[in-house]
């Protein structure tokens, strides 16, 4: 039996969109733009640093970080990540999405700067504080998965809730496309003051000692937009879904969303008193309620998006060899330190110019439209599509003459993957899961995910060198369908308000599950 929904938050749901909402999706987006520049720029950056402090006199080639080095620079990002992914989830249905928001992003903005500052001549100490660090910076950014994604959805109307959600994820293109132009823009202005020759002419003199600069401003300025937005994140008020259905404080919610919508809206306490004695909407994560209305929908929320990011993430393995392939990157011996800084962050920023980010923004455009599931399913579709046609006829693709198509399908598998899952694994656990639980269950959701970039990143880096690429290739395209399967779990949100998807909206004696478990298919 549905039940009155608060006239507070029914104000929400079919609000015209306003100028509020874009300023929630930047304040909140900003966060992903600092996710993407961090993760983004140290990829950047590694070449360099294997320059700086691991040259070997006399060697052939210049120096670079040994692989053990490499992994825990790369690595323990995710594992900050998925650590704070579980942990601000957590606190963000116990102390309110406002109160932890700024933690989360004074902890990205401390860290940034302080992997930059990472002390030290002596290689190991410089790398140590480095990792240490970035754990940290990891830990802040997790946080923000859960919480942007959450507030976004509880201030968004219902007509255009996918499109803001998907918006503030889609930030992390611009993100992505800022690593690469300040990395461009600080190399070519050091190439310019500090020139240098190619590591075959002189080995010791082609990384100038202002090298190691260049570095860490490119690290620390990802720090710059998360602080101008904290202000603004401070300005906030605490969702209207969290302070009413959480915290039962109608007064307070109908006060602070008037401001917001600038309306004048009831507080209605005794409807609130009324749901709060009602038994059947209070279980708790660990109970057989919850397994029963909603525990196939958190399974479907984390394997869809544990098996993306196994892909998303192993496929950053073949970019060396494409950048190569196509000759936007040169042998590195034939360049200097700078230069090849110059040169990978040119061929990555068009890598995420032509594929990564148009991909983010077809997600926002249609999410609204043809609905979250389709485009999952689709996305899922076309990334095992690609997969298998590249691994297949992999022989066929390492010709010469054939390495453009190879870059073609590469690219698309990119697309379809920012036009499909890797913005509704974002979006969907935002939306299904009660207030109380929301941010726990998406940031339970993300952090499977980061598991998931974990095995992408590091278990297919040792795969891809022991069983070959082509084997590699053709186990993506397995779990790419095994993402598709699994998205049946996964109900569609499209259009509803979210005490309606959630089953808020029902009274215990009604069947919510019955009607959130049908998927259109």
């Keep these: 039996m549905a039940r009155e929904q608060l006239q507070v938050l029914n104000a929400l749901d079919v609000a015209k969109t306003q100028w509020y909402h874009f300023t929630a999706i930047v304040i909140a987006g900003m966060g992903f733009f600092t996710d993407a520049y961090d993760l983004f720029c140290i990829s950047l950056v590694t070449k360099l640093l294997g320059r700086i402090y ?38 963000g249905d116990k102390m309110g999405r406002k109160r932890v928001y700024g933690m989360t992003l004074m902890t990205m903005v401390i860290c940034s700067i302080a992997c930059g500052l990472s002390f030290g001549k002596n290689p190991t100490a410089v790398m140590s504080t480095l990792c240490f660090f970035r754990f940290w910076l990891g830990f802040g950014i997790g946080g923000d998965y859960p919480l942007s994604a959450t507030i976004m959805s509880e201030y968004a109307n219902k007509k255009t809730r996918g499109a803001f959600i998907a918006a503030v994820f889609a930030m992390q293109g611009f993100g992505i496309l800022a690593g690469g132009m300040v990395a461009i823009i600080i190399s070519a202005t050091f ?45 906030m008020p605490e969702t209207a879904r ?6 039962k404080n109608a007064k307070q919610a109908a006060s602070d969303m008037a401001k917001v919508l600038e309306v004048e809206l009831e507080s209605e306490p005794e409807k609130i008193e009324k749901m709060s004695q009602e038994k059947g909407n209070d279980f708790g994560l660990f109970s057989t309620q919850f397994a029963r209305r909603h525990g196939l929908h958190l399974l479907g929320t984390t394997t869809t998006w544990f098996l993306l990011d196994i892909a998303f993430y192993s496929q950053n393995l073949f970019q060396k060899d494409i950048f ?20 990978i962050a040119r061929a990555q920023t068009l890598i995420a110019l032509c594929s990564t980010v148009p991909g983010y923004w077809f997600t926002v455009a249609l999410i609204d439209k043809i609905g979250r599931f389709a485009i999952q399913l689709m996305g899922f579709f076309f990334m095992t599509v690609f997969m298998f046609a590249l691994a297949i006829p992999y022989h066929h693709w390492t010709l010469p003459d054939h390495r453009i198509g190879f870059v073609v399908m590469y690219s698309l598998t990119f697309f379809f993957a920012n036009f499909g899952p890797n913005a509704t694994t974002f979006v969907v656990p935002a939306e299904i899961f009660p207030a109380r639980l929301r941010s726990t269950c998406h940031g339970i959701s993300a952090a499977a995910g980061k598991a998931g970039a974990i095995v992408g990143a590091f278990g297919f880096l040792y795969a891809a060198d022991g069983i070959g690429v082509r084997k ?5 395209g397995v779990i790419n369908f095994l993402g598709m399967i699994f998205t049946f779990l996964v109900p569609e949100s499209k259009g509803k308000s979210l005490e309606e998807i959630s089953g808020e909206g029902e009274q215990e004696n009604g069947s919510p599950a019955e009607s959130r478990q049908t998927v259109p298919v």
């Excluded at 006399?58 to 998925?82: E, I, K, Q, W």
Aim: proline letters at 8%; glycine letters at 8%; charged letters at 10%.
């Design 54 to 91: 691991y040259y070997q006199p006399g060697s052939d080639t210049p120096g670079a970080l040994p692989s053990n080095v490499s992994s825990a620079v790369n690595g323990v990002a995710f594992c900050g990540t998925l650590s704070g992914q579980l942990f601000f989830g957590w606190l």
């Design 191 to 235: 190439r310019a003051q500090f020139p240098a020759p190619a590591y075959e002419v002189d080995p010791a003199g082609s990384t100038v000692p202002q090298a190691d600069y260049a570095w860490r401003i490119i690290v620390m300025f990802g720090a710059i937009p998360a602080a101008l937005t904290y202000y603004w994140r401070m300005k």
């Design 242 to 247: 969290y302070t009413a259905l959480v915290a």
């Design 324 to 343: 190569s392939a196509i000759g936007w990157i040169p042998k590195a011996k034939t360049m200097n330190a700078l230069e090849e800084v110059f040169k």
């Design 472 to 476: 590699t290739l053709l186990i993506l």
